[in-house]
């Protein structure tokens, strides 16, 4: 079993920055892909960025160029950095470890942007 906790949400003005952060813990050996996916109200829950174990990254498109993901092995954390958020960035964003093919998720943080 692997546990996730979340931190850093918040409310943020449009143009401003946030950092999330997302701590594993248990069988974290069995760690490769940690990542984030955000929901927000009414829409499906969509992958934000991955990072596997080696450092290879993947971000969508509609955050590339202003969210940057990155990991902390020895930690066992990952963090998401959000600049220049604007109001389409509000959702609750999940923190996810892929864990031996076994998909593992945090209870979920808020981010909310005001124009």
């Known amino acids: 079993q692997v546990q996730l906790v979340e931190s850093g949400g918040g409310l943020v003005q449009a143009g401003g920055s946030l950092r999330l952060s997302c701590a594993a813990s248990?069988?974290?050996?069995?760690?490769?892909?940690m990542g984030w996916y955000r929901q927000a109200p009414g829409k499906q829950r969509d992958l934000v960025a991955a990072i596997t174990s080696g450092g290879s990254t993947s971000i969508a498109d509609s955050v590339l160029g202003r969210f940057t993901i990155s990991r902390d092995n020895a930690k066992n954390t990952v963090n998401l950095q959000m600049n220049s958020l604007n109001s389409e960035d509000t959702a609750v964003y999940y923190c996810?470890?892929?864990?031996?093919?076994?998909?593992?998720w945090g209870k979920g943080t808020l981010v909310t942007v005001s124009s």
């Open positions: 248990g069988s974290i050996f069995s760690i490769n892909v």
């Open positions: 996810a470890a892929d864990g031996a093919g076994v998909n593992y």
